[in-house]
């Protein structure tokens, strides 16, 4: 089974965050943005070449990086 990160979500699409996969200060630093287990995350739009990515989350738009964003498995 493919494990669907949050960086192949199309714009327009809701997902569920099921786990993250980061280790250290980078998981700290996704969690403190507020992306944690059960959140759901709206794919607003991307930047022309795709990095970064803008999303809704818990109310706010937030800005992730590609790399970032393949550390969160949705679904």
């Not at 494990?3 to 280790?23: A, Q, R």
Request: hydrophobic residues 45%.
């Amino acid at each position: 089974m493919d494990v669907k990160t949050l960086k192949n979500v199309k714009v327009g699409d809701t997902v569920k965050v099921l786990k993250i996969d980061g280790v250290g200060a980078v998981k700290r630093r996704i969690m403190d943005m507020g992306i944690t287990k059960g959140s759901d995350i709206f794919v607003r739009k991307a930047a022309p070449f795709g990095d970064p990515i803008e999303v809704m989350v818990r109310g706010y738009e937030l800005s992730l990086r590609k790399d970032d964003a393949g550390m969160i498995v949705v679904e």
